[in-house]
């Protein structure tokens, strides 16, 4: 069960606007956006931004909030940082020096850009 929320979670970031979606939302901090921010931002709008948020909120990547006739939405940073010890644990062979971990940029640096 685990492997197939893992494999969720990988596939919707495998998709280039989901990925901008969560890098923009995560550089935005905990107070997230709301629908219309992130659409003017990405350059994403209607039914394609509505289908990746939903994604997204689905695969436990963002959190959705009702706020008043808005929805914000933001990351969250728990399942990102679950991801990234999970890419840690199953590919540590590919860590060039594992005496020097922070010699490596992390998966989370990686994904924010």
Do not use: W
Not at 23 to 51: K, M, W
Not at 73 to 78: D, F, G, P, S, T
């Amino acid at each position: 069960m685990l492997d197939e929320q893992i494999a969720k979670q990988f596939g919707a970031l495998g998709q280039p606007s989901r990925l901008a979606i969560v890098r923009l939302l995560a550089q935005t901090g905990s107070g997230g956006l709301i629908v219309g921010e992130i659409a003017v931002s990405l350059n994403i709008f209607g039914a394609t931004l509505s289908h990746h948020l939903s994604q997204l909120t689905r695969c436990g990547l963002l959190t959705a909030s009702p706020e008043g006739r808005y929805i914000r939405y933001r990351v969250e940073i728990a399942a990102l940082n679950f991801l990234a010890l999970q890419l840690d644990k199953q590919f540590s062979l590919l860590v060039a020096d594992k005496n020097n971990p922070e010699a490596r940029p992390s998966f989370a640096s990686m994904l924010l850009g």
